[in-house]
């Protein structure tokens, strides 16, 4: 009753209304997004069960890649799902026509296979506020595979997820330690938001990494995926490969078709106050922080500032905007006398930033108390979203 109440309180703050009919309280179990949740677990949706246990193999290029859509929201349950899919996968070529031949042996099975796996599928673990992760990574010349595993109130690790990534042709390219090591990164950042601020430990079976990824390398490459991941609190175990099973069945064959997008390679840039610093203060028509600047500061120099008078002027002789047309102007003025102006990038609203202090905010956005080089190209582009 008491989650029920502050859950209610918290939507009718908001403004947000329910309604009655459509509302049920008190469930053991929820349906949501083709999934069933239920404490502590989640299931694949029995109605969706029934129509795949009813389906027949796919006769267009359409419906197989409907077929494989449906397979794919569950995907996360079938440990193995890549390696089954790929004979599938590979019949959605544009190469191919687009009516299908009659299955071979090897693509039936793999039909079978997937459509009785997904049947038989076990339920994962939802993953809890407070538990140990271990993360099973293991990478092979064509696909990554890792196994997100969580600590649950029984003790003992369950799974939460089983993911798998192809390699683009450029990544096939590289060694095997660069592969093993693009794997952790890859199975890291795709975990983020479960591992991000929590306790973990990553396991693989190349005992290389177990140096390479908490020292300086002679690789630039390596180098960068090691700060990269210097955001996580992990800690790397080597796990013998004949012990290492699920996560090396998920990296085994070449798999068109699963997710090739690039890695995420920039460098997270970290700014901490500490006593000892004035380098951040709040400063934005919100009161956010915005280097070394606060509102009072900006207005103080913008009332000084030839540019930020010129605006002001012009504002203070245009007649009352229409409400029809809220961008007459770019420039406006915050209730708190800040000259604001609205982005032509995007929705962002930028502050004004007299002459005057322009060097002091570089100099705190380009050396702040712990941070990295961003470079000037991305210091700029982030810059230009919040200021002008």
């Known amino acids: 009753m008491q989650h029920l109440d502050e859950v209610l309180t918290l939507l009718g703050k908001a403004g947000v209304t329910l ?43 359409t419906q197989m890649t409907r077929f494989l859509g ?37 693509e039936m099975d793999a039909f079978e296979i997937l459509r009785g796996r997904l049947l038989d599928a076990l339920f994962l673990f939802l993953p809890k506020r407070h538990g140990h992760y271990i993360v099973d990574v293991d990478a092979s010349y064509e696909q990554l595979g890792c196994c997100l595993q969580q600590q649950q109130s ?20 590289y060694f095997a330690t660069e592969i093993e090591a693009l794997g952790v990164v890859w199975a890291v950042t795709y975990s983020r938001s479960y591992l991000e601020g929590a306790e973990f430990v990553v396991r693989c079976d190349h005992r290389a990494l177990l140096s390479v990824l908490t020292c300086m390398s002679p690789n630039a ?6 700060l990269r991941l210097s955001e996580y609190n992990y800690e790397i175990r080597h796990k013998p490969g004949k012990d290492h099973k699920v996560a090396d069945a998920l990296s085994r064959l070449p798999t068109k078709g699963l997710d090739t997008s690039p890695l995420d390679e920039d460098i997270p840039v970290l700014a901490v106050e500490t006593r000892a610093s004035d380098a951040l203060k709040e400063a934005s028509p919100e009161e956010a922080a915005m280097g070394a600047l606060s509102a009072q500061d900006i207005i103080l120099g913008q009332a ?29 003025r915050e209730k708190n006398g800040l000259l ?16 005057a202090l322009k060097d002091r905010l570089l100099i705190h956005q380009h050396q702040p108390v712990l941070a990295g080089d961003p470079g000037s190209r991305r210091m700029y582009n982030t810059l230009r979203r919040y200021v002008y």
């Open 304 to 332: 000084e500032d030839d540019f930020c008078q010129a605006r002001l002027t012009e504002l203070d002789a245009l007649p009352p905007l229409d409400p029809t047309w809220i961008r007459q102007a770019f420039f406006f």
């Open 70 to 106: 449906t397979c794919g929201v569950y995907r996360r349950f079938v440990a193995d799902f890549a390696k089954i899919a790929k004979p599938l996968t590979a019949l959605t070529s544009t190469k191919l026509p687009k009516k299908l031949r009659p299955p071979s042996g090897e």
């Open 340 to 355: 604001c102006r609205r982005s032509v990038y995007g929705r962002e609203t930028q502050v004004v930033i007299p002459k």
């Open 19 to 61: 309604q009655a009919s459509k509302c049920h309280f008190f469930q053991e179990e929820v349906e949501y997004l083709g999934h069933v949740i239920r404490p502590g677990r989640v299931h694949v949706l029995e109605k969706n069960l029934r129509a795949l246990r009813g389906l027949r193999y796919p006769e267009t290029q």
């Open 221 to 226: 490459q390596i180098n960068r995926w090691r």
């Open 154 to 173: 029984d003790g003992a690790y369950h799974p939460i997820g089983y993911y798998s990534r192809a390699l683009p042709p450029a990544e096939e390219n």
